[in-house]
């Protein structure tokens, strides 16, 4: 079974510019969620998809980030314009069903966005 | 505000010996309580949960503590080699607004020396 993947791997952007992550979530995963990991801080919630809606986006820092998840399937994080402050690595997990015990989470590789 | 505090930043501890890492939290009272291991380069990977009503976990080589009163889980790896050399992270869910988000500690890297 394939896990979740990421892609790009790395991204190397200018401030100002924009940048689109995307984030494909193992089959079947209704939950899908972003993360972002900021150097020498801990991982950090962005939002929550269930199928293709929005369940909680109350990690997203500003109106600079816009997700979508397309048909409750892969799911893209849009930065735009980019700060020197969005550098960081960002994960992308899925996770089966909030009940029962399927409680974990897969986590993609990450990208990491580097703004320079 | 929720907070999760893990006891140290790095641990060196000597090929087969027990490795125990310690994870503090306050102004949270979570159903249940995860660990996660991450390799460099490498998203988490999910190794245990515990819930509130279980004291104690087991996988393998690895065992999980649960203190509700203390507000402490404890994550002792047994018989450690140098392949369990990693990050690892306790992670606590957030059910606010219907979603199961993850709140993480910072981690500890955790090194076994040969």
């Known amino acids: 079974e394939a896990g979740v993947t990421q892609f790009p791997s790395h991204s190397v952007i200018e401030k100002g510019q924009t940048v689109t992550l995307r984030c494909d979530p193992i089959?079947?995963?209704?939950?899908l969620y972003w993360y972002r990991r900021v150097m020498g801080k801990e991982i950090k919630f962005l939002l929550h998809f269930v199928k293709e809606s929005k369940q909680d986006e109350s990690g997203m820092p500003n109106n600079r980030f816009l997700a979508e998840r397309t048909g409750g399937t892969y799911s893209t994080l849009k930065v735009q314009p980019a700060e020197l402050e969005d550098s960081g690595v960002y994960f992308c997990?899925?996770?089966?069903?909030?009940?029962?015990?399927?409680?974990?989470?897969?986590f993609g590789p990450g990208t990491r966005l580097t703004v320079t | 505000s929720q907070k999760i505090e893990q006891n140290s930043e790095a641990l060196n501890i000597q090929e087969g010996k027990t490795a125990t890492l310690t994870c503090n939290y306050t102004n949270y009272s979570p159903a249940y309580l995860q660990w996660y291991r991450q390799d460099p380069g490498r998203g988490p990977v999910f190794l245990l949960l515990i819930r509130e009503n279980e004291k104690e976990k087991r996988k393998e080589r690895l065992k999980v503590t649960f203190d509700t009163t203390l507000k402490q889980s404890l994550f002792h790896i047994t018989a450690s080699q140098p392949a369990d050399s990693a990050t690892y992270l306790c992670?606590?869910?957030?059910?606010?607004?219907?979603?199961?988000?993850?709140?993480f500690g910072k981690g500890t890297k955790l090194s076994v020396i040969p």
């Open positions: 089959s079947g995963h209704d939950n």
């Open positions: 997990a899925s996770s089966q069903d909030r009940t029962g015990d399927l409680f974990e989470q897969y």
């Open positions: 992670a606590l869910p957030y059910s606010g607004a219907g979603s199961y988000q993850l709140t």
